[in-house]
């Protein structure tokens, strides 16, 4: 069968070129044309396939086809084809120049291998935006998965691609990197670190996109934003953004505010300080103008023979007071105690629940009843403790 090569030769030596000549181009010229082919081909692909899938995305949008688009997952796979045409079409080009064939049939298969190697990646792609995608899943983030197969993914890759280059069996490079194991431990150790964390905060839901997490020391405090191999992105409430390697948070501790979240309500627990020299045993007088002055505790009897304080009724005002109040979670915990007294006063810890758990409501919430509590302790004849030199 008559190459092309020598098809070509015959052409030049007609147009009259020198035969010494001819042997060396000819050849040549047979394959920049095959190339040039193999462009428009791809191109022509790119017009048919990918412009088809465009127009139908556009006008039937699902979400397979749209992904696929995105990642450009059929961009990758057109390209092949060209690889492939003139892979085959070098042996009719390159008859004199074996070394020559050898080395163009490498560049392609180098080609073809790296094409393949971005459309499954872009593949691998797709399933993790569809696994995004719904719900249930949302909470189980699976891109570090995505990260290691992506990883493993050009590793082998590339190790094929050597394969290829230096004439070697890929099976002969893997049972050689055995002996490299220890460097490429030190190579990948972050990686497999962050691998492994990934797999423990997953599988245990120690960890989701969207928490509210805190780490000590102060090196974060803030949303999680992004899960990957190697790094977990926090914004921070000042927008700043904190960047923490997986296993650190596997090896350290931390404070996940989800389960205040999920919760009905966030917890508030400040302390009142009291004079104690203002405390005191109530009067008859002093009840009579504490029911008059204080509307919440116009019912207010004491049990036979008792005679209570003004700091007892005050704390018992401050139930009255938050069990009034809808912003106040009433089905959990709502405990007004008095602490062990010390050098600032006796401490009346207030400890319930608010129902909004918006950080900026929540704190309006609370101020806003603190001032109430602190303006109202004068009408039980008590006084808070304020530090003077």
Not at 28 to 44: E, K
Not at 277 to 288: G, H, I, R, S, V
């Amino acid at each position: 069968m008559v190459s092309l090569g020598s098809w070509m030769n015959e052409i030049l030596i007609d147009w009259g070129v020198d035969p010494k000549l001819a042997n060396m181009f000819d050849e040549t010229i047979i394959a920049v044309l095959m190339i040039g082919v193999s462009i428009g081909l791809d191109y022509l692909c790119q017009a048919i396939f990918v412009g088809g899938m465009k127009h139908y995305t556009k006008r039937a949008p699902h979400q397979w086809n749209t992904l696929l688009m995105k990642r450009r997952v059929v961009h990758h796979l057109i390209h092949i084809l060209p690889g492939v045409l003139v892979y085959f079409l070098l042996p009719l080009a390159f008859v004199r120049g074996k070394e020559i064939l050898d080395f163009s049939q490498k560049i392609c298969a180098v080609y073809i291998i790296a094409a393949i190697l971005f459309t499954i990646n872009g593949l691998l792609l797709v399933m993790l935006d569809v696994y995004n995608a719904r719900d249930k899943q949302k909470n189980r983030p699976m891109k570090g998965f995505v990260q290691v197969l992506q990883v493993l993914l050009f590793f082998i890759g590339g190790i094929v691609i050597i394969a290829v280059l230096v004439n070697k069996s890929p099976m002969t490079l893997f049972a050689g990197l055995g002996a490299s194991a220890a460097v490429l431990m030190l190579v990948f150790k972050d990686s497999i670190l962050g691998f492994v964390a990934g797999v423990q905060l997953s599988a245990n839901d120690m960890l989701r996109i969207g928490d509210w997490i805190q780490l000590p020391n102060g090196v974060a405090n803030g949303t999680v934003e992004e899960i990957t191999l190697n790094t977990v992105k926090i914004r921070n409430w000042d927008e700043t953004i904190s960047t923490v390697p997986p296993y650190t948070l596997v090896n350290n501790s931390f404070q996940n505010w989800r389960g205040m979240q999920e919760s009905g309500g966030r917890r508030v627990n400040k302390n009142i300080y009291l004079d104690m020299t203002t405390l005191k045993f109530c009067t008859p007088e002093d009840l009579d103008a504490i029911r008059k002055n204080v509307p919440l505790m116009a019912d207010y009897q004491p049990a036979e023979g008792e005679v209570p304080t003004n700091s007892q009724l005050y704390r018992i005002y401050i139930e009255r007071y938050l069990r009034s109040l809808p912003v106040v979670n009433q089905d959990m915990d709502l405990i007004i105690s008095q602490k062990e007294p010390t050098t600032y006063g006796i401490p009346i810890q207030v400890y319930f629940f608010s129902r909004n758990k918006v950080w900026r409501e929540y704190e309006r919430i609370q101020s806003d009843i603190f001032d109430h509590l602190l303006a109202i302790v004068g009408k039980f004849d008590l006084k808070l403790y304020q530090y003077s030199d």
